[in-house]
């Protein structure tokens, strides 16, 4: 499975930005899929994750201000970001589950600055 994020980019506190991932193969065949950041320095943590069935999880900093969705026509997902803070800077990176195998896309970067 092949990943394509984008989207990314320098936006102010306060507003927003949509992620894109295209996926290489059909959502349908996708276990689930995923959001996570990697601010400098630091390890990677989760964001979002979508299952195949539609149920979603999010990390607690985000919760309530982005939301995560997939695109079954599209065979894409996308990562609604809003009210963002300095804190949500970071290289945004896609995953997806086939089964026991896990697949990453390039990084796209947020900047959230004045």
């Known amino acids: 499975v092949q990943l394509q994020a984008s989207g990314g980019g320098l936006v102010q506190p306060g507003g927003s930005l949509r992620l894109s991932c295209a996926t290489s193969k059909s959502i349908f065949s996708i276990n689930a899929l995923g959001w996570y950041r990697q601010a400098p320095g630091k390890q990677r943590d989760l964001v979002a994750t979508?299952?195949?069935?539609?149920?979603?999880n999010y990390a607690a900093s985000v919760r309530g201000r982005f939301t995560i969705s997939i695109d079954n026509a599209e065979n894409t997902m996308y990562l609604q970001m809003n009210s963002l803070t300095p804190e949500d800077t970071a290289g945004y990176y896609c995953?997806?589950?086939?089964?026991?195998?896990?697949?990453w896309g390039q990084g796209t970067l947020v900047t959230v600055s004045s």
């Open positions: 979508v299952t195949s069935g539609g149920t979603t």
């Open positions: 995953y997806a589950r086939v089964g026991v195998l896990g697949y």
